[in-house]
């Protein structure tokens, strides 16, 4: 690992016991749980189980946001090779529903949340009722993407969960952002290869590659005029420190670790699928051109990349978090 690191405990029925211990692992950065079908077996579906997990620990908890009988009984409307009716079967009601439902229930449990990629209007009116305790990613994704021209012009390169959803949808997450309810963008990186994204929809996976167009994208949108470079830096840096309270990053400050990139604001490039290291080769950016690259990155005082290329192996460590100090020492 080039960067410093953490990862999410993934909840289960069967692991729920085990939740608030897990929790508490070095280098793990909380429970995540899919209320919808979406990776593999991670399911959680059932009220019951919801509200079990949720008070089987003490941080913040993360979740994926669809209503699983939802996505079940409108699962006939993925019409087989038409990927533009992902957003039809996995439509604003599916993710409306589940997010108004593990509010109830987070409220109930006494626990903290933060909601994982959201994408529509008709969530951001009830977490904007749940400051207390509700936090709130979006993507540059579903920032940048659109239906239904994106899966006109991507296909399957398209298909993401939830989905990319038409410009209204959009417009209210742009809103969101520059009013201060998401607390943070994530990259929602899932490097799913042409192989896999070849297979004919619904069977094609879901998920795009992000990680490495996170930063210029974003940039290409500051210089546009719809984001600040301040709200820029605390959307993808001071947020996730907050939300997460991970120890020493988050801040240019005495005592904190050295993390920062250095960006060129003017500088404007073509994205390649040629320029991506993801094992997967392709990104749904191919072809845009955008204005603002980092030109190095800095991890814990050692450049790590300059001028494109990686300059230091990995020496990525566990990422600290203020919760789990006693553990990280240990």
Not at 23 to 43: D, I, N, P
Not at 48 to 67: F, N, P, Q, T
Not at 91 to 108: I, K, P
Not at 115 to 124: M, P
Request: net charge neutral.
């Amino acid at each position: 690992m080039h960067c410093d690191y953490a990862f999410y405990v993934g909840a289960t029925p069967q692991n729920i016991g085990a939740l608030g211990a897990l929790e508490r692992a070095a280098g793990v950065a909380g429970v995540k749980a899919f209320l919808g079908s979406s990776t593999g077996t991670l399911l959680l579906d059932r009220d019951e189980d919801i509200l079990a997990a949720l008070m089987a620990g003490e941080r913040r908890m993360a979740v994926h946001s669809e209503d699983e009988a939802r996505l079940r009984e409108r699962f006939h409307l993925a019409e087989k090779g038409r990927p533009e009716t992902h957003p039809l079967w996995r439509d604003a009601e599916t993710a409306r529903l589940s997010t108004e439902r593990v509010l109830r229930l987070a409220r109930e449990a006494g626990r903290r949340l933060h909601v994982l990629h959201v994408t529509t209007l008709n969530e951001l009116r009830f977490l904007a009722e749940a400051r207390d305790f509700a936090t709130v990613e979006t993507t540059p994704q579903h920032l940048t993407l659109s239906a239904p021209e994106a899966y006109e012009r991507l296909g399957t390169y398209a298909q993401m969960n939830p989905p990319i959803r038409d410009e209204d949808h959009q417009r209210a997450l742009w809103s969101a952002v520059r009013d201060g309810l998401i607390d943070v963008i994530g990259s929602d990186h899932a490097p799913h290869t042409r192989e896999e994204k070849a297979l004919a929809y619904p069977e094609s996976p879901a998920g795009m590659p992000g990680v490495q167009t996170l930063v210029t994208i974003l940039l290409d949108h500051v210089n546009a005029g719809r984001l600040s470079l301040e709200r820029f830096v605390d959307l993808t840096s001071a947020g996730a420190q907050r939300v997460f309270g991970i120890a020493g990053k988050g801040r240019i400050a005495r005592g904190y670790d050295a993390d920062f990139t250095i960006v060129d604001l003017k500088a404007r490039r073509k994205i390649e699928n040629s320029w991506i290291a993801s094992k997967c080769g392709w990104t749904p950016f191919d072809g845009m051109t955008t204005t603002g690259w980092p030109v190095a990155t800095i991890i814990r005082g050692r450049t790590m990349m300059r001028d494109g290329a990686l300059v230091t192996g990995g020496a990525g460590e566990p990422v600290r978090f203020v919760e789990t100090l006693s553990a990280a020492a240990m």
